[in-house]
């Protein structure tokens, strides 16, 4: 069963940072690129990170770039997204994603398997 299971969200001030991290299983990670996305109350799910399987490529929505940092560890079949200067608007459910590639496809379409979420919260 493949399966991703993301960790690390939780409640933060503004200008502080998270580390979040998503464990995969079931499958072989180091294949495929993998993808961050997020979803707050009453918007679209949006892409906001992805990194290739060999984790040589990278690429960041214009609202993370600067601030968020994705990496990959394959032989622990671990993917993190580091936040920081966080603000209020990064409110939101924060879910790992596989693509079916090894380069970062169209957020749209490219992502197949997918995590539970994990809730990142920036208030004061």
């Known amino acids: 069963q493949l399966t991703l299971v993301e960790s690390g969200g939780g409640l933060v001030q503004p200008g502080g940072s998270l580390r979040l991290s998503c464990a995969g299983s079931?499958?072989?990670?180091?294949?495929?690129?993998m993808g961050w996305f997020r979803q707050a109350p009453g918007k679209e799910r949006e892409g906001i990170s992805c990194?290739?399987?060999?984790?040589?490529?990278?690429n960041y929505a214009d609202s993370v770039k600067g601030r968020f940092t994705i990496s990959r560890d394959n032989a622990k079949k671990m993917v993190y997204l580091q936040l920081n200067s966080l603000k209020a608007e990064d409110t939101a459910v924060y879910y790992c994603?596989?693509?079916?590639?090894?380069?970062?496809?169209?957020?749209?379409?490219?992502?197949?398997?997918w995590g539970q979420g994990t809730q990142v919260t920036v208030s004061s």
């Open positions: 994603a596989a693509s079916g590639w090894d380069y970062c496809p169209n957020y749209d379409v490219g992502f197949a398997v």
């Open positions: 990194i290739s399987a060999s984790g040589g490529s990278t």
């Open positions: 079931g499958f072989t990670l180091d294949y495929f690129a």
